[in-house]
């Protein structure tokens, strides 16, 4: 069975730090098309990143060197380390397995609050 | 970026109504488009891929058409689960776009 389980949100004021974690089972995270999207409160959908097979990320203009994809091979996780956060950045954040171009399988979501 | 437009906003449907949901690019995506519905509180699932593919254990009820820049999500006759918000999705154009979703509510 496919699952995806973010955690590490939580509340933090603005300029701070957050990790987000992404625990994967069903398949593998480095064989595979690895997302994060976020969606702030009563909003659409927003590309956060995207993390092809070969290990390189793509990031969206608006967090670009502000927010880091990595991931770990051996705990089939996927991680997202933002810093410098905004209250713009306040969301729920999913990640998701991509195939065909499309996030197929989604996370429960995380959700990050940015407020002094 | 391409553009993805939804209309309308809001559709006030009844169960058992054919529901028909619009999705227009601002460039062609080819036939490149996705749909999802999302419920509150819910992460969003996967409907509809490359225009007209049901995911897996989706229903017959919902169909996809369109290509180019002109696409729709049908939902043949409304059951009491898909009252959602649908979001269209386009990949021609990497890393893709949403549009901005419209909500199917009971009328």
């Known amino acids: 069975e ?7 949100g939580g509340l933090i004021q603005p300029g701070g730090s ?4 992404c625990a994967v089972s069903g398949f593998t995270v480095a064989t595979n098309y690895m997302s994060w999207v976020r969606q702030a409160p009563g909003q659409g959908l927003e590309w956060v990143s995207v993390t092809y097979a070969d290990g390189n990320t793509h990031c969206a203009d608006s967090v670009k060197g502000r ?6 091979s051996s705990k089939n996780m996927l991680y997202l380390q933002m810093d410098s956060l905004r209250a713009e950045d306040t969301a729920v954040y999913y990640c998701a397995r991509i195939i065909r171009g499309h996030p197929d399988y989604w996370g429960q979501g995380t959700l990050v609050t940015v407020s002094s | 970026e391409i553009v993805l437009t939804q209309s309308p906003a809001t559709l006030s449907l009844s169960p058992g109504e054919r529901a028909t949901l619009s999705c227009r690019a601002s ?3 080819s036939s490149y488009l996705a749909w ?17 593919n049901r995911a897996t254990g989706i229903p017959a009820r919902f169909s996809g058409s369109g290509s180019g820049t002109d696409f729709t999500l049908t939902i043949s006759s409304l059951e ?9 999705q386009q990949r021609n154009n ?14």
């Open chain 1, 2 to 8: 496919v699952q995806l389980v973010e955690s590490g």
């Open chain 2, 94 to 107: 990497w890393p893709g776009t949403f549009g901005q979703g419209t909500k199917v509510e009971i009328k």
């Open chain 2, 27 to 29: 460039q062609s995506v």
């Open chain 1, 18 to 21: 957050l990790r987000l974690s």
């Open chain 2, 36 to 52: 999802y519905q999302q419920k509150p509180g819910q992460a969003p699932r996967l409907l509809i891929y490359d225009t007209f």
């Open chain 1, 67 to 72: 927010f880091t994809v990595s991931r770990d």
């Open chain 2, 80 to 88: 009491p689960e898909d009252f959602a918000v649908y979001y269209c």
